[in-house]
Nanobody, 123 residues
Framework: QVQLVESGGGLVQAGGSLRLSCAAS????????MAWFRQAPGKEREFVAA????????DYVDSVSGRFTISRDSAKNTVYLQMNSLKPEDTAVYYC????????????????WGQGTQVTVSS
């Protein structure tokens, strides 16, 4: 089992930047594909970005492509989400997630979740 702890959320003006971090512990970090999801008030949780266990495969939802960057640091057991050019519609609770994989691909289902970190973008 892996434990996930997010940090880095906060209040930022439109056009600003934030970097979210997700520290993983408990098992071999390099065995896990990682992803970020978000949930805005009154809306369903949506996929934001994912990175494969090696970091060689990455995917983004269209609405953040070109603005957000997902990355991972195996030495620190941490996955990051760099968010630039933030918009008010990016306001949500952001969740880190993980799933253990036996090969290098991007799953659509994730088993482990963090507690979430709030991101608020003011106009």
């Amino acid at each position: 089992q892996v434990q996930l702890v997010e940090s880095g959320g906060g209040l930022v003006q439109a056009g600003g930047s934030l970097r979210l971090s997700c520290a993983a512990s408990g098992r071999t970090f390099s065995s896990y594909a990682m992803a970020w999801f978000r949930q805005a008030p009154g809306k369903e949780r949506e996929f934001v970005a994912a990175i494969s266990r090696s970091g060689g495969r990455i995917d983004y939802v269209d609405s953040v492509s070109g603005r957000f960057t997902i990355s991972r640091d195996s030495a620190k057991n941490t996955v990051y989400l760099q968010m630039n050019s933030l918009k008010p519609e990016d306001t949500a609770v952001y969740y880190c997630s993980a799933i253990e994989t036996t090969r290098d691909y991007l799953p659509t289902r994730y088993d482990y979740w963090g507690q979430g970190t709030q991101v608020t973008v003011s106009s």
